[in-house]
């Protein structure tokens, strides 16, 4: 059973920031990867349609035998968690926003802090949530930033373009009164936009990306339950609902390391 | 039959630009519009999964005893038209590609013409086989600008950012010897953002867009097959994949009328 593969779902690409993390925490551990790239992006949709989205590519990563799940795209966190974990119990399954809401905390424990995130996790307000369960009177100040997304994917990732739309997301948010000194990326698609950001927010601020906390979550799931693998040799598979060919081009960016077009498989959810 | 109405099938909202300039030409007709707004964007997936998402579009609208189907999507339009004007046939199916370049080839007859469109559109070269389909010798430059979908969502239109991402995309459109005469907006998003695009283009380029020559091409059908219904008092439906509130409350943006938010329904495809 610790030989099963960890399973990691995103829709599309942006995961793979997380999967990254996860490949220099756990370099034992297989790793099947599916992103729902047909159906991208999440940010915009409805919590109806992404928690049904997400039972179908969590259905499909089930077929491959995982140990794990890990919901490595913060809208479908936000959205779909509880109806995942119910509906794949006993599987271990983690999220991303909770490990990111303890992040910030203990990186501006003072607060406020403030959360960059797609229109529909700012809505849904999940990560005010999770932040504000583990110190209660912490401010917590939020900003819909979808054109990151676009710049993100359109390798747009520095420049006055991104510069630019930084200063229009950044600047409500850094206007707060005492100003924030935590800032969550709260997409897996803005960490590669990281430096523009910082700039942009300035040196007082830290950026808290849930990428490292969340692999140290799963880790610990994974020990307590006795089900860590290996030393390393570990493997990675990836699943796509659209365009593989894209998918390995473009899936470097994110992941940091080469992707085999043979190890990107097709499938219809 | 003639009082059966026109289906209009986009992946999101963009179609209503022509479902506005339909509305305006033909007042006694009935339209029932449906948005794939659960999978948009079309414009960075395959052409084999927007070929299957529009036949499946396609098919709820058939449901609605449609007598003419307009594909008011660029993108699907130039990957699908073929499938589904074999599929639905003997329906007449019009889409906005030839429409499109039919207006390029009037407005600039001397060239070159430029085409800034979706990477799917673009990639796939339909602009520009079917404007050398008129003028066979017709010098054609094209541009993807999948930033100018995230600005004309987001409510963008006018401003620094959606003037620097005009500079970005037009500026090597812009260089081509001799100078473009005719720029096809070849994206229903891209309307909204015309002042600015027009700012940026200047005023030698004259900028088409294929609603009007759309509308025109679907009044000739209707007339032809003696379709035509009425003097006025048409009917207007809306079906969406998703967020049928969100449809309804951002849609008027590109239909220029008030959308009615009980006149929209959530579909499954």
Chains 1, 2 share one sequence.
Request: a negative charge.
């Amino acid at each position: 059973m610790s030989s099963a593969s960890i399973g990691i779902f995103d829709s599309g690409m942006g995961g793979l920031t997380v999967m990254r993390a996860l490949r220099a925490r756990l370099p034992g551990e297989n790793f099947v990867y599916l992103g729902d790239t047909a159906r991208l992006p999440y940010g915009t949709k409805s919590a109806d349609t992404v928690t049904r989205y997400a039972v179908q590519a969590s259905a499909a990563l089930m077929r491959h035998g995982i140990k794990l799940l890990v919901v490595a795209c913060n809208t479908a966190s936000a959205a779909a968690l509880p109806t995942l974990a119910e509906t794949l119990a006993p599987l271990p399954v983690v999220g991303v926003i909770a490990p990111g809401a303890a992040a910030a905390v203990a990186a501006a424990p003072d607060g406020p802090i403030a959360v960059i995130a797609t229109e529909g996790t700012v809505k849904g307000g999940a990560y005010v949530r999770a932040i504000q369960a583990i110190a209660p009177h912490m401010p917590v100040v939020q900003q819909a930033a979808p054109l990151f997304v676009a710049l993100a994917e359109e390798g747009l990732h520095d420049g006055p373009l991104p510069e630019l739309a930084a200063q229009r997301y950044l600047g409500p948010l850094l206007a707060t009164v005492p100003r924030p000194r935590g800032l969550v990326l709260g997409c897996t698609h803005f960490p590669v936009l990281k430096a523009v950001i910082g700039q942009v927010a300035g040196p007082e601020v830290t950026l808290i990306d849930s990428a490292e906390t969340t692999a140290a979550a799963v880790e610990n799931v994974l020990r307590e339950k006795n089900l860590l693998n290996g030393e390393g040799g570990g493997t990675a598979r990836f699943l796509a609902t659209d365009a593989p060919g894209r998918f390995a081009h473009l899936g470097q960016i994110f992941l940091g390391e080469p992707i085999d077009p043979g190890s990107v498989t097709l499938v219809d959810l």
